[in-house]
C-alpha cells in the first residue's frame, strides 16, 4: 500500500532563513510520481513539482529545491532566503503507476515570519 | 485560460440532507478527481471521472456518488450527511493520467 509521512506538522522560521521540509514515503512499485503541493490560505492546491521514480536527479527552481533519495524513500524540499509569501501548507504526495488515487501526507504547515 | 472553477465556495447543510457540489475542469482536460480534505489532513482520493465514466474509486461509502458530463464538468453529489462529511472539497482536472490541476474547493459544515 502506498503511504506519505511527513513529520514535520508545524514549522516557524525567520524571513531568509533556509527551511527544509521533509518528505518519507512507502510503496511496493518500482514506477510511481512523487509531488509537492503548496496550499494557501486560499485553499487551492498549487503544483510545484512532479518526479518520476526512474529519476533521481535533484531539481532546483529558483529559491526552490528537491533532493530525492530513494535509498531513504524520501523526497525533501528546501526552501532557500525563505519569504513571508512562502507561508502556506505544502503537502507531499505519491501517485502509483496506472493508480489515480494520489496519496497525500498529512501537510506541513510552513510559517515564514518578517 | 480559466482554471478549475468549483461552486459553490462555501454551503451549511444539516445532518440527513443532500448536497451537490460542481467542477469545470480546466481548459483541454478530459479528467477529473475528487477528494475530500477535513481540517488539518491531506486531501483524500474519492473518485476519478473520465469519459463521462468512474474510472476510479477511493474508500468512500456508497453515499459519495458523481457525475461527469459531456462537455467534462462534473458533479459530486453526497446523501444523507454526517456530522464527519464537514470537509473541503477539493476537485481536481487532468489530462489523463497528467498533472492535477486543483481548484479553491467546497467548504461544506454539516450541522
Known amino acids: 500500500a502506498q503511504k506519505v509521512t511527513q513529520a514535520q506538522t508545524e514549522i516557524s522560521v525567520v524571513e531568509k532563513e533556509d527551511v527544509t521540509l521533509d518528505c518519507v514515503y512507502e510503496?511496493?512499485?518500482?514506477?510511481?510520481?512523487l509531488f509537492w503541493y503548496k496550499q494557501p490560505p486560499s485553499g487551492e492546491l498549487v503544483f510545484l513539482i512532479r518526479?518520476?521514480?526512474?529519476?533521481?536527479q535533484n531539481e532546483i527552481s529558483g529559491r526552490y529545491s528537491w533532493n530525492f533519495q530513494k535509498s531513504t524513500s524520501s523526497f525533501n524540499f528546501t526552501i532557500t532566503a525563505s519569504q513571508v509569501v512562502d507561508s502556506a501548507v505544502y503537502f507531499c504526495?505519491?501517485?502509483?503507476?496506472?493508480?489515480?488515487?494520489?496519496?497525500f501526507g498529512a501537510g506541513t504547515r510552513l510559517t515564514v515570519k518578517p | 485560460d480559466a482554471g478549475v472553477t468549483q461552486s459553490p465556495t462555501h454551503l451549511i447543510k444539516t445532518r440527513g440532507q443532500q448536497v451537490t457540489l460542481r467542477c469545470s475542469p480546466k481548459?483541454?482536460?478530459?479528467?477529473v478527481s475528487w477528494y475530500q480534505q477535513a481540517l488539518g489532513q491531506g486531501p483524500q482520493f474519492i473518485f476519478q471521472?473520465?469519459?463521462?465514466?468512474?474510472?476510479q474509486r477511493g474508500n468512500f461509502p456508497d453515499r459519495f456518488s458523481g457525475h461527469q458530463f459531456p462537455n467534462y464538468s462534473s458533479e459530486l453529489n453526497v446523501n444523507a450527511l454526517l456530522l464527519g462529511d464537514s470537509a473541503l472539497y477539493l476537485c481536481?482536472?487532468?489530462?489523463?493520467?497528467?498533472?492535477?490541476?486543483f481548484g479553491e474547493g467546497s467548504r461544506l459544515t454539516v450541522l
Open positions: 481536481a482536472s487532468s489530462l489523463s493520467y497528467g498533472e492535477l490541476f
Open positions: 510503496t511496493r512499485d518500482t514506477t510511481y510520481y
Open positions: 518526479r518520476n521514480s526512474f529519476d533521481e
Open positions: 504526495a505519491l501517485s502509483e503507476y496506472n493508480n489515480n488515487d494520489m496519496r
Open positions: 481548459s483541454g482536460h478530459d479528467t
Open positions: 471521472y473520465y469519459e463521462e465514466e468512474e474510472r
